[in-house]
């Protein structure tokens, strides 16, 4: 499956931007998804996951009632709205398949990965 992130700009502190991330492929329907982001020099690290329906999620503590992920089956395509913006919040987002169908926070646990899409949050 390819994984296309796409949503990603420049934005203001207390602004908003929604991701989207469209498979390609295979369907995806049957496994997690998840959301992680880079900054420069940082290790990629964990910002959303949601199961193959969609009725579990999980989040970094770090964006905890700001961030929200969701999905839409039908469209194959994976979203993460994102408000209340922060400075240490930029970096690139990328959006993966986990390899299962349940909710997973390790890196390990996804084998596609999206290209990533840049989000810059300006102080």
């Known amino acids: 499956v390819q994984l296309q992130a796409f949503g990603g700009g420049l934005v203001q502190a207390g602004g908003s931007l929604r991701l989207s991330c469209v498979a390609s492929g295979r369907p995806f329907s049957g496994y997690g998804m998840g959301w992680f982001r880079q900054a420069p020099g940082k290790e990629r690290e964990f910002v959303a996951a949601?199961?193959?329906?969609?009725?579990?999620?999980s989040y970094a503590d770090s964006v905890k009632g700001r961030f929200t992920i969701s999905r839409d089956n039908a469209k194959n395509t994976v979203y993460l709205e994102m408000n209340t913006l922060k400075p240490e919040d930029t970096a690139v987002y990328y959006c993966?398949?986990?390899?299962?169908?349940?909710?997973?926070?390790?890196?390990?646990?996804?084998?596609?990965w999206g290209q990533g899409t840049q989000v810059t949050v300006s102080s």
């Open positions: 993966a398949k986990s390899r299962g169908p349940y909710v997973d926070m390790r890196l390990s646990s996804f084998g596609s």
């Open positions: 949601m199961s193959w329906s969609g009725s579990t999620t």
